[in-house]
T-cell receptor, first 110, second 114 residues
Framework: DAKTTQPTSMDCAEGRAANLPCNHS???????VYWYRQIHSQGPQYIIHGLKNNETNEMASLIITEDRKSSTLILPHATLRDTAVYYC???????????FGQGTELSVKP | NAGVTQTPKFQVLKTGQSMTLQCAQD?????MSWYRQDPGMGLRLIHYSVGAGITDQGEVPNGYNVSRSTTEDFPLRLLSAAPSQTSVYFC?????????????FGPGTRLTVL
């Protein structure tokens, strides 16, 4: 599975968009980009995933570059409750096998 | 649906003791996984299963055994607990949905080995 590189931490003002980058230069053609987040000590929560196209759901948007070597997770209007560690993961559809990295600790400040 | 449940929530063991962490899901998911998370670290995959009777090793399998006799249950056994196994353990389940899988995580078991 391809590895990812994320900034260790980021700050964002409440109400502003949070843009979390991820590099995955060794991603292979059939691997998805997944984003999860972990609030405090809870179990991680799925946010969104994509293969080639940009994706949007009720939680976030995912922008994947044309060469698929990097992506950005966008939280359009960050709230204090979005403070969490965000994990960018690349992997195939092999069930059960997601390799987590260190993630980005996002702090949303009033 | 209860989702993914884990028992116990907290456990303290002495070095050398054995125990089983329980994980169950009621979503009829094919795939189940065990992760550990040490303080300030990301999750590391211990073992995973793609269906009943099939298991495979993850990144850090040493010291742990798993079996998958039913779709619903995926217990994790610590054979001889060591202080290095002090961690939070998360179980997850998922199913293959149009070629990708979204994992659902349990609340975790916090294990301390003295």
């Amino acid at each position: 599975d391809a590895k990812t590189t994320q900034p260790t931490s980021m700050d964002c003002a409440e109400g502003r968009a949070a843009n979390l980058p991820c590099n995955h230069s060794t991603i292979s053609g059939n691997e998805y980009v997944y984003w999860y987040r972990q609030i405090h000590s809870q179990g991680p929560q799925y946010i969104i995933h994509g293969l080639k196209n940009n994706e949007t759901n009720e939680m976030a948007s995912l922008i994947i570059t044309e060469d698929r070597k990097s992506s950005t997770l966008i939280l359009p209007h960050a709230t204090l409750r979005d403070t969490a560690v965000y994990y960018c993961i690349v992997g195939g559809n092999q069930g059960g096998k997601l390799i987590f990295g260190q993630g980005t600790e996002l702090s949303v400040k009033p | 649906n209860a989702g993914v449940t884990q028992t116990p929530k907290f456990q303290v063991l002495k070095t050398g003791q054995s125990m089983t962490l329980q994980c169950a899901q009621d979503m009829n998911h094919e795939y189940m996984s065990w992760y550990r998370q040490d303080p300030g670290m990301g999750l590391r995959l211990i073992h995973y299963s793609v269906g009943a009777g099939i298991t495979d090793q993850g990144e850090v399998p040493n010291g742990y055994n798993v079996s998958r006799s039913t779709t619903e249950d995926f217990p994790l056994r610590l054979l001889s607990a060591a202080p290095s196994q002090t961690s939070v353990y998360f179980c997850a389940s998922s199913y293959d949905l149009r070629g990708y899988n979204e994992q659902f995580f349990g609340p975790g078991t916090r294990l301390t080995v003295l």
